[in-house]
C-alpha cells in the first residue's frame, strides 16, 4: 500500500490536490430553522429582507398597518391559519395557506391564530412543538420565530390562547374574524359567542380584499413569472398532444413543465376536455382519449409562491381545425380579442361581461346556433352557463386574480378597474352533444382565456406569450410535428 500511494503522490498535480483537500475548511454557520425557506436556509429561493421569495418584510409590515387603517375603532380582527386537511386518516392533503393569513403574516404553515389591533398591533398564537411531531414533520415555526421572523408585536403559545385572548375580545367594541378559516379554538370562547349574539362579528374579507384587490410592484413581478411559466408549460403541452392524445397525460405533462419552471404547485386540478368533454365547464375527470379530429380545451394555472395563474387555450391536437370549429373559435377569438381591448382604468368587469355576451348572442344567432325569440335566453345560458343573470348562482365569466384563483370574492365585479388589478377574460362557448341546433357543432366546447393587468393608460396582456390565432396554432403544432417526423427519420436513415 505504501508502494501504491508513493506512486499516485508522484505526480505534482495530485499531491495539491491532496494537499487543498486537507486545508478545506467546513461552514460552521448556523441558522434557526423557521419551519419555512428563509434567506439562511434557503438563499436560493429567498434574498435578504425578503420574508416569502419576493416579498420584502417591509412590505408586510406595511399591509398590517393598512389593514389596522382599514378597521373601525377599538375593533379586533382574527385571522387563523388555513387547517390541515387529510386524504386518509393518515395521511394529509399537500398544504396550502390560506390567502389572507400569508397577506398578513407571512407565515406559510398551519396551526397559526393571528390577531391584529390597534392597541398592541400584530400578536400571533403559535403551535408549539413536540419531538415526536419534530421527527416526523420536520421543525415548526414558534414563539421565538413569530418575533424574530415575522416580526410580530406580540407572540404566545397556543397553549395561552384562552387566557390572553379573552381579554382582547372583551375591550373591543367589534370583532372580524377570517370566516374561510374559522376554528372552534377561538370561536368557542365565551367572549367570541357573546360578540356573536350581539351582532359585533363580521367578516374581515371586506376588509382583506380591499386590500388585496391592487397588486404591489413586488406582487405584480411574481404574477408574471406564474403567468410566464404557465405559458410555457402549456405551449409544451400542445406540442406534444398529438403524440400523446390522451387526456391523463396532457394533464400530467403540464403539471410537469410548471413545476420543472419553479412552481410550487398546480393552482388547481387541470381542465383537459377533449371533444365533448370540452363543453364541461370545469371537468376534471381527464381519463379519456382525445379521437382524432377532435379539440381539445385545456385550462390550467400554477402558483409561484402564493400567487396563481390562470389560462385556457382549445386547440385541435391533429393540427387542422374542422370548418365548423373554426368558426366557433373565431367568434371565441373575436370576442376574446374585443374584450381585452375594452380593460383599461375606470372600466369594470361587469361591463366587459355584458360586452361579451351581446357579442356572443349575436354571433351564435348569425351561425344559426341560436334561433328565434322563444326561449332564446334560456338557449344561450345552456350554451354559456356563467352568462351573469341567468346562473342559479350569479358570476360572470371573467374575475379577479391573485393570491387566489377568484381572488377578492366579496368585492363586486361593478366596481371601476384601477391600474394595478389583475383579471382573466375568458368567453367561450360550450355546445352540449344533445343540443337541438345544428348537428356539426354539438359536442364542442370553446374557451379563450387571458391574464390582463390594468395598467395606468391601459392594459397588459400577461399570457400573451401564448399562440391562440388559429394561422400560429395550425403552423406551430404542424411545423413541430413535421420537425420531429423529419428527426425520427434522420435517425432512421443514421441507423441503417
Excluded at 500500500?1 to 486537507?22: D, E, H, N, P, Y
Excluded at 332564446?376 to 384563483?405: A, C, E, R, W
Amino acid at each position: 500500500m505504501q508502494i501504491l500511494r508513493r506512486k499516485l503522490l508522484q505526480g505534482s498535480s495530485f499531491t495539491q490536490v491532496l494537499q487543498g483537500v486537507g486545508r478545506c475548511g467546513y461552514c460552521s454557520k448556523i441558522f434557526i430553522d423557521a419551519g419555512q425557506p428563509t434567506p439562511a436556509s434557503h438563499p436560493q429561493l429567498v434574498n435578504e429582507g425578503e420574508l416569502t421569495p419576493g416579498i420584502t418584510c417591509e412590505e408586510y409590515v406595511s399591509r398590517r398597518k393598512r389593514l389596522l387603517e382599514l378597521l373601525p375603532e377599538n375593533c379586533l380582527a382574527i385571522i387563523a391559519s388555513a387547517p390541515v386537511k387529510m386524504m386518509t386518516d393518515v395521511v394529509p392533503y399537500t398544504f396550502r395557506q390560506d390567502a389572507d393569513y400569508l397577506y398578513i403574516t407571512g407565515c406559510q404553515q398551519p396551526g397559526g391564530i393571528a390577531v391584529l389591533g390597534h392597541e398592541f398591533g400584530l400578536c400571533m398564537f403559535m403551535p408549539e412543538s413536540h419531538p415526536h411531531d419534530v421527527i416526523w414533520q420536520g421543525q415548526i415555526a414558534g414563539v421565538d420565530t413569530a418575533l424574530d421572523t415575522f416580526q410580530a408585536e406580540k407572540a404566545y403559545p397556543m397553549s395561552k390562547l384562552k387566557e390572553i385572548l379573552p381579554g382582547m375580545m372583551g375591550r373591543s367594541s367589534k370583532l372580524l374574524h377570517n370566516v374561510k378559516t374559522a376554528t372552534p379554538t377561538y370561536m368557542d370562547l365565551e367572549a367570541f359567542r357573546n360578540a356573536a349574539s350581539s351582532g359585533q362579528v363580521q367578516d374581515l374579507s371586506v376588509c382583506t380584499d380591499e386590500l388585496r384587490w391592487v397588486k404591489s410592484p413586488a406582487e405584480l413581478k411574481l404574477l408574471r413569472e406564474s403567468a410566464s411559466i404557465a405559458c410555457q408549460a402549456l405551449l409544451q403541452t400542445m406540442l406534444h398532444s398529438k403524440t400523446y392524445p390522451y387526456e391523463s397525460m396532457l394533464s400530467a405533462k403540464v403539471e410537469y413543465e410548471c413545476k420543472m419552471r419553479g412552481a410550487q404547485r398546480m393552482a388547481f386540478n387541470p381542465v383537459v376536455g377533449g371533444g365533448p368533454n370540452a363543453s364541461i365547464i370545469h371537468y376534471s375527470r381527464n381519463d379519456q382519449k382525445v379521437k382524432d379530429g377532435d379539440l381539445v380545451l385545456m385550462d390550467i394555472g400554477c402558483e409561484f409562491h402564493g400567487y396563481l395563474s390562470d389560462l385556457t387555450r382549445t386547440w385541435p391536437p391533429c393540427g387542422f381545425f374542422s370548418a365548423a370549429q373554426w368558426e366557433l373559435y373565431d367568434l371565441i377569438l373575436q370576442t376574446n380579442k374585443e374584450c381585452v381591448e375594452l380593460c383599461r382604468p375606470g372600466t369594470s368587469i361587469q361591463e366587459i361581461h355584458n360586452y361579451s355576451t351581446e357579442k356572443l348572442r349575436h354571433g351564435l344567432k348569425e351561425l344559426g346556433i341560436l334561433k328565434g325569440k322563444r326561449n332564446f335566453y334560456q338557449s344561450y345560458h345552456q350554451l354559456n352557463p356563467t352568462n351573469i343573470g341567468f346562473s342559479k348562482h350569479p358570476s360572470t365569466s371573467h374575475h379577479y386574480l391573485g393570491m387566489d384563483v377568484h381572488d377578492c370574492h366579496s368585492l363586486g365585479t361593478d366596481r371601476p378597474l384601477k391600474p394595478g388589478v389583475v383579471i382573466t377574460i375568458e368567453p367561450g362557448v360550450y355546445i352540449p352533444s344533445f343540443f337541438d341546433g345544428p348537428e356539426r357543432f354539438r359536442g364542442i366546447g370553446i374557451r379563450i382565456e387571458d391574464e390582463v393587468l390594468i395598467t395606468e393608460t391601459g392594459y397588459e396582456v400577461l399570457t400573451g406569450s401564448l399562440p391562440k390565432e388559429v394561422k400560429h396554432i395550425e403552423a406551430l403544432l404542424n411545423n413541430f410535428c413535421h420537425g420531429m417526423n423529419a428527426e425520427s427519420q434522420n435517425r432512421k436513415m443514421r441507423a441503417e
